[in-house]
């Protein structure tokens, strides 16, 4: 199953920037922005973004961090990860790793920030689970991580494309996320604030430890 989503993510890898602009309302960057505002990064910090995609986010957070920080970019899909690599200039302060989510290749309490745009939901089963202990384990104490998803859409049409996404992580994990994401949350982390993004369709997930 693993191999199949790997091979599926490095076809989507071709058409995945604009199907998220698309989705997301978000063809001007703003989600971008708004996300690596919240964060909370100083110049010379280090920041993970997880399931990173073509890496879309990553040199807006290495304008928080700027030259003395760190960025890496973390996925599980080569094709993925090859699509960033085009974005990235040589000699630069960003890294792209291939790394499991559920096994990320990190020492303890080594990152300032973790992001995670529009990917979090796409995590099946158990690896959500421990994908959250994982990143606990690598955050500083006190430090956040940001999930931003895709919030319950308004249009019928594509809420149920939204629930049928969910439904992709199997039933009971669905109904866990729609009916007890803070609570999920708040198992691995002592606060959890949601807030609203600038074009509505999304929300941003502020988890502390």
Do not use: W
């Not at 309302?25 to 910090?45: E, M, Q």
């Not at 430090?143 to 996404?165: A, C, G, I, Q, T």
């Amino acid at each position: 199953m693993k191999r199949f989503r790997q091979r599926y993510y490095d076809f989507f890898s071709h058409i995945y920037d604009r199907f998220v602009a698309l989705h997301s309302a978000d063809r001007g960057a703003r989600l971008r922005y708004f996300l690596a505002d919240k964060t909370g990064l100083c110049r010379g910090d280090k920041v993970l973004d997880i399931c990173t995609g073509t890496g879309t986010l990553l040199h807006y957070l290495r304008e928080k961090v700027q030259g003395e920080g760190l960025v890496a970019g973390a996925d599980f899909s080569i094709g993925m990860l090859r699509a960033g690599k085009s974005k990235i200039p040589d000699h630069d302060t960003i890294f792209l790793v291939m790394a499991d989510v559920a096994c990320l290749p990190f020492r303890d309490v080594v990152f300032d920030a973790v992001t995670c745009s529009h990917a979090f939901y796409e995590l099946k089963g158990e690896t959500q689970n421990r994908c959250l202990q994982e990143i606990g384990r690598i955050l500083k104490s006190g430090r956040p991580f940001l999930m931003m998803e895709h919030d319950v859409p308004k249009s019928f049409l594509v809420r149920m494309l939204f629930y049928l996404r969910l439904v992709s992580m199997g039933p009971h994990k669905a109904r866990e996320i729609v009916r007890h994401e803070r609570e999920l949350l708040l198992r691995y982390f002592r606060s959890v604030e949601k807030i609203p993004t600038p074009t509505g369709r999304s929300k941003v997930m502020i988890c502390k430890g």
